[in-house]
């Protein structure tokens, strides 16, 4: 069962502003959803080893994109944050 | 008109892109507000048309010069708005093209414009939309299909000769189900998706739509291939001599066409494999146990890729900004206010599948089971040469049907999602109509790489 708090919590960790209606019809949906994923316990994945996983990241090497469209935060050559610490 | 007959007339000088251009501009004129399948109708369609025609006198003769089509709005065309049918991009113009789109360009096409969806490829009947929902041509109070409605909607009614869609679980061919036409979702790979908005990269795919098998192939056959840009992209093997009078083997998997499948379906499905018999190929029953799984494996993976996909959208780099008292605020508030309600909720899910304490019951068992799927689909192409299923359970539902019930609208993936996970090439095909003139499609997954197989059989489904 999904509680309030997990709401909070998962809403905190998503970064998503959400009012009381949309926590509580979230609570509703999530419970539904993840009563419907029980069924997974019965697959029988014993031999399955999921270092052998077929879907791996490739990364391409880290290079500055000047692509990007700055409009709001900035004035084309960098992007303007709020301070952090 | 069908792309291939156009060119025709084009070549023989019968037929300008201008006056096709003309004629379809005038029907969205009259269609799309009813039908709401294109977001945005571009401008310069005409000028387009015009310069393709000119090429064309000049003696340049490229394989789709001067057809128009319609394109989904997750995909960036450089210039131009991409919105992913969300609040949070509605102003945002891509500063690159996709390189399917740079493939189409090269091969003469031109665009006319971006089709509706559900907000970034998310639902199955374009419902989701931060712009309204786009209705079926047949009866326009009912849905599309999704998420790529409004490209199926555009070409079912005679608004585009072909388009380009998204597909990671359905959401190029349940919509051609519901719309009536031929709706490819290509072999994971096959497509570069650089410049596709990502939504769960795993499974997420390009491919075309397209009135007829013909039209499909040729779009699929300009936008395929190994991208530097993408690294999960590759070559497909060099053509395949299939001879195309061979018989082919259909597998069935009757398990798992027990439960929610509407009777007219299944009644036409039944009759539509028959018809296939009837010219020589083999249907065969086939076992995939793990099959039952797939669609709770889909919808934790699914979310979960999502969910990080979309942490991008955060008002600082591109999109809506709302500003907060604090960077956390400037998220939230952004975030919360630009997305609707079913892009949180996957979020939320994707984030609840993914956290600490229920990474390994959820997401962890999700791939596993994943493999089990794969594993079966491997063992089950080394016996027949396709796996036939209805596209989807239903034919068109009435618009909000089901948008109160999301797993009610979950459960209508449940024949599409096992392509996506097992990677596999995948047709929906238009095979009549059900009672109230809804069309039903019928639907083939191939091993991978093997979309000559797909055509193949979508031709046999034409000539009987």
Known sequence: ?85 | MIIIEALKKMKAGELSSEKLVQDLLAKIEQENPKLNAYLEVFADALKQARAADKARQAGEDLPLLGIPLAIKDNILIGGRIASAASKMLENYHASYDATVIKRLKAAGAIFLGRTNMDEFAMGGSTENSAFGSTKNPHDSTRVAGGSSGGSAAAVAAGLALGALGSDTGGSIRQPASFCGVVGLKPTYGAVSRFGVMAMASSLDQIGSFGRTVADAELLFNIIKGKDALDSTSAELPSTLSVDGTKKLTIGVPENYLITGINPEVLANFRVSLAKLEQVGHTITTINLPSLKYALACYYIIMPAEASTNLARYDGVRYGAYEAGDSLFADYAQTRGRNFGVEVKRRIMLGTYVLSAGYYDAYYGRAVAVRQLIQAEFAKTFAQVDLIALPTAPTTAWPIGEKTADPLQMYLEDIFTVPANLAGVPAISLPSGRDSAGLPFGLQFFAPHFREDLLFMIGRSLEEV
């Open chain 1, 1 to 85: 069962m999904i509680s309030r708090e997990d709401i909070d919590n998962l809403a905190n960790l998503a970064r998503l502003a959400l009012d009381d209606a949309q926590k509580e019809s979230l609570i509703k949906d999530l419970d539904n959803i993840l009563g419907y994923f029980e069924q997974l316990k019965e697959a029988r994945v014993g031999e399955v080893k999921t270092e052998n996983y077929l879907a791996i990241n490739v990364m391409r090497a880290d290079e500055a994109n000047t692509g990007v469209e700055f409009r709001q935060n900035g004035n084309g050559q960098y992007i303007r944050v709020k301070k952090i610490l």
